[in-house]
C-alpha cells in the first residue's frame, strides 16, 4: 500500500487517483473529466449514470443484473481479478448487491456507498477492514435518528396489518420498489400467506433478481392502478405498492373503501411524514444506519481522515470531529 491515494470532487462527482487511474464513485453525469474506471456501489437509480456509456463499470454481479432489468446498458468488467491487488468490493448492509469499495494503497481507502449496520439479513460491519481515510454517507446524520431494530419494529407493524385484516381491511404497504419492498416481503410472507397478496410490476422485477439470489420471496399477483378497481369490496388482501405511489389519487380514493395505507421509511421519524404522504400508519424501517450506526462504523473502521459524501455532511462531520476523528463534508 504505497502509492498515494487522492481524493477530490470534479463537477460534482467524487472522484479516487491512484496507481494513475481514476475511479468515479457512483456518479450520474459528469463532463470535465474522463474515469478509467466507474464504481457503483447498488442499484437505486441516484447511484447510476442517466446514459449508457462505454466506460469501464466496477459493481457486483447482483447489482448488473439489477441495472440490466433497469434497461440500462453499461461496460461491466466481468472479472475484477485482474485489479485485485489494486482493490476488492466488500460486501454491505443496504439492499442486495450493494458493496463497498476498499482501496488497497497508501494506507487503504474505504467507500461505503449507501450502509446499514442493522439491516434484516446476515451482513454486519465487522468485516469491514481499517484504513487511513473512509468516505462515509450522512443520510440520517442528525442524532435525532435512531432506529429500533427493525426486526422489533417489523414485529410491531405485523401485528397491526394482521388485526386489520382480521377485521376485514385491506392494506397497502408501501416501500421503496427496489430494496425496502423485497426485504418487507422476506419478512412479511409467512404471517400473510393466508391472506390474497398482490404486488405492482416494478416490485415484482425486482422480486425475481432476489429469487436468483436465493431469497425466496413468495409468488403473488400482479396488478396496477387500472387493475387495482377490481380488489374494491372484494376480501381482505395485502397490496405492496412503490412509496412514490402513496399520493395518488386512485390509491387514495380506496381510502374509502375499507383499505388502509402503511408506510415504511426512516424517514417515518419525523413527525409530518404521515401527514405528507396520506397514510394512516408509518413505521420507521430504513436500509440506512441511522445516526449512532454511524458513528460506529467510522469507529469501526478507524480512519485517519473522514470524508462525508452525502446527506447531513456538515452536522455529521462536526459530531465526528467531537469523537476525535479528522472528518470533513465532500
Not at 470532487?9 to 496507481?19: A, L, P, R, S, T
Not at 475511479?23 to 447498488?42: G, N, Q, W
Not at 487503504?108 to 456507498?113: P, V
Not at 415484482?204 to 433478481?209: E, G, K, R, T, V
Request: aromatic share 14%.
Amino acid at each position: 500500500m504505497s502509492s498515494p491515494v487522492r481524493v477530490r470532487k470534479i463537477d460534482k462527482v467524487i472522484v479516487i487517483e491512484f496507481n494513475k487511474k481514476k475511479i468515479f464513485l457512483d456518479c450520474r453525469s459528469f463532463r470535465k473529466a474522463t474515469p478509467d474506471l466507474i464504481f457503483i456501489s447498488h442499484a437505486h437509480s441516484d447511484h447510476l449514470l442517466n446514459s449508457s456509456l462505454n466506460f469501464r463499470v466496477i459493481s457486483s454481479e447482483e447489482t448488473k443484473f439489477m441495472v440490466l432489468a433497469k434497461g440500462k446498458k453499461y461496460n461491466f468488467i466481468d472479472d475484477l481479478n485482474s485489479y485485485k491487488n489494486e482493490f476488492e468490493l466488500i460486501k454491505v448492509n443496504h439492499i442486495l448487491g450493494s458493496r463497498a469499495l476498499f482501496v488497497k494503497s497508501d494506507g487503504g481507502l474505504l467507500y461505503t456507498g449507501d450502509i446499514n449496520d442493522k439491516g434484516l439479513f446476515e451482513v454486519g460491519v465487522s468485516n469491514l477492514p481499517k484504513v487511513s481515510i473512509l468516505l462515509i454517507e450522512a443520510t440520517y446524520g442528525l442524532p435525532r435518528f435512531s432506529f429500533s431494530s427493525p426486526k422489533d419494529t417489523l414485529k410491531e407493524a405485523k401485528d397491526l396489518i394482521l388485526d386489520l385484516l382480521r377485521k376485514g381491511k385491506s392494506l397497502f404497504i408501501l416501500g421503496y420498489p427496489l430494496g425496502k419492498s423485497q426485504h418487507l416481503q422476506l419478512f412479511f410472507d409467512k404471517y400473510f400467506i393466508n391472506f390474497d397478496n398482490y404486488v405492482y410490476p416494478s416490485i415484482s422485477l425486482y422480486n425475481d433478481i432476489y429469487s436468483i439470489f436465493n431469497y425466496k420471496i413468495l409468488p403473488k399477483i400482479q396488478i396496477n392502478l387500472n387493475s387495482l378497481t377490481n380488489l374494491i369490496n372484494g376480501k381482505p388482501s395485502v397490496i405492496y405498492l412503490p412509496l412514490h405511489l402513496a399520493k395518488n389519487k386512485i390509491v387514495q380514493n380506496f381510502r374509502k373503501h375499507n383499505f388502509s395505507l402503511v408506510a415504511f421509511s426512516g424517514w417515518a421519524l419525523e413527525s409530518s411524514f404521515k401527514e405528507s404522504i396520506q397514510v394512516d400508519y408509518a413505521f420507521p424501517v430504513s436500509d440506512h444506519a441511522d445516526y449512532f450506526g454511524l458513528i460506529n462504523i467510522v469507529k469501526q473502521v478507524d480512519p485517519e481522515i473522514v470524508y462525508v459524501t452525502h446527506g447531513f455532511v456538515d452536522s455529521f462531520s462536526a459530531s465526528l470531529r467531537k469523537e476525535g476523528f479528522m472528518a470533513y463534508p465532500l
